[in-house]
């Protein structure tokens, strides 16, 4: 089971990453990233951008850190929680395309969310290598 776990940590582990990469990605191209939230109808679009940037930044720090695994993971939620209801809203999008799209994204950040909180109350040494 432990060697599960292990294998578990890192490959969600990746998707850590995956929020620093994204939230560096909300500030390198953050008129691109603003013109597409206020597309999808996102209030103060420039501000959420900088927020969510800030968002994924501390929450991929914090957790690969593992300093403050439960603010990191609150934060986290939260951001997925967002982008989630916000802006990949499929049930909301008339073009099967761009509904396909958004619901691929919209399940994906769910699964991220449910794995997030599934390590958040495992043992921080789940999965550790010797435990």
């Not at 103060?44 to 850190?65: D, E, N």
């Amino acid at each position: 089971m432990a060697i599960a776990a292990f294998i578990g940590r890192l490959l969600f582990g990746r998707f850590f990453l995956y929020f620093l990469y994204q939230g560096i990605h909300h500030f390198t191209h953050y008129l691109a990233l603003k013109g597409y939230a206020a597309y999808k109808g996102i209030p103060a679009p420039g501000a959420a951008v900088l927020c969510s940037g800030l968002m994924l930044l501390y929450g991929g720090v914090m957790w690969i850190l593992g300093t403050a695994r439960v603010s990191a993971a609150i934060v986290l939620a939260i951001a997925l929680l967002g982008f989630s209801l916000g802006v990949r809203h499929c049930w909301a999008v008339s073009d099967p395309q761009a509904r396909q799209g958004d619901q691929v994204d919209f399940l994906r950040n769910l699964a991220l969310l449910g794995a997030l909180l599934a390590l958040l109350v495992a043992p921080p040494t789940v999965g550790a290598l010797g435990a």
